[in-house]
């Protein structure tokens, strides 16, 4: 029954080192999206899919590079990983844009 | 760019009171809706008003806008323990990109 699952909850990994996160929704949405909620709470907008085409790029290093293999998938990956890349990510999806966003329950990185 | 400051950081309250949070704007938006996050989760949806409402009740919330003050407050009635969270604002700005900008929270702290 799970809307938004992401995966992994958990990921420790070393410098250096390149990770994915994976993400599905079955709501049927056109729209997902990568947030990043930094160790303050306060949650940015990284990527937005529409339709499986990129429609928000927002100043994102480009060591992180999404791929929607279709509309129901948004993976994240991470490059080269950095200590500053320590957050918790949320995927997300929508109806449309800037409707009502269904939230996953978050990957928390760390970087050592 | 907009962004929502929601306004306590921090809010702590015994179980029976009511709980008032606010959420200030820099420009223009078509709506603004209330997330919810509980800790180690994902945001959820709780309510959007659209810039020409002025007042909405779901439950125990009621939520206010004022475009004219570019603001914004969230009450929680009748507060629980359950209530215990973090809550965020999310602002639509009028002709920007279509994206949904989050503010920093307000941690809320119910006590039984």
């Known amino acids: 029954d799970t809307a938004v699952s992401q995966t992994p909850k958990y990921l420790v990994t070393q410098m250096g080192n390149d990770k994915s996160i994976k993400c599905e929704q079955n709501?049927?949405?056109?729209?997902m999206y990568w947030y990043k909620q930094d160790s303050k709470k306060f949650l940015k907008i990284m990527f937005s899919?529409?339709?499986?085409?990129?429609?928000i790029n927002e100043t994102v290093p480009n060591r992180f590079s999404p791929k929607s293999p279709d509309k129901a998938h948004l993976n994240l990956h991470i490059n080269s990983l950095e200590l500053g890349d320590s957050a918790v990510y949320f995927c997300?999806?929508?109806?449309?844009?800037?409707?009502?966003?269904?939230f996953g329950e978050g990957s928390w990185l760390t970087v050592v | 760019s907009q962004q929502g400051e929601e306004d306590p950081q921090a809010l702590s309250i015994q179980e029976g009171e009511n709980a008032t949070m606010n959420c200030s704007y820099k420009?223009?938006?078509?709506?603004l809706q209330w997330y919810r996050q509980n800790s180690g989760r994902g945001l959820v949806h709780l309510i959007l008003?659209?810039?020409?409402?002025r007042e909405k009740h779901s439950g125990r919330l009621r939520v206010t806008l004022d475009t004219s003050k570019k603001s914004s407050s969230l009450l929680i009635t009748a507060s629980r323990a359950a209530d215990t969270a973090s809550y965020f604002c999310?602002?639509?700005?009028?002709?920007?990109?279509?994206?949904?900008?989050f503010g920093k929270g307000t941690k809320l702290t119910v006590n039984p």
């Open positions: 997300a999806s929508s109806h449309g844009t800037v409707n009502t966003i269904y």
């Open positions: 709501l049927g949405h056109d729209t």
């Open positions: 899919y529409n339709n499986k085409e990129l429609i």
């Open positions: 420009t223009s938006i078509n709506n």
């Open positions: 008003i659209r810039s020409n409402e």
């Open positions: 999310a602002t639509d700005a009028k002709g920007g990109s279509e994206k949904l900008v």
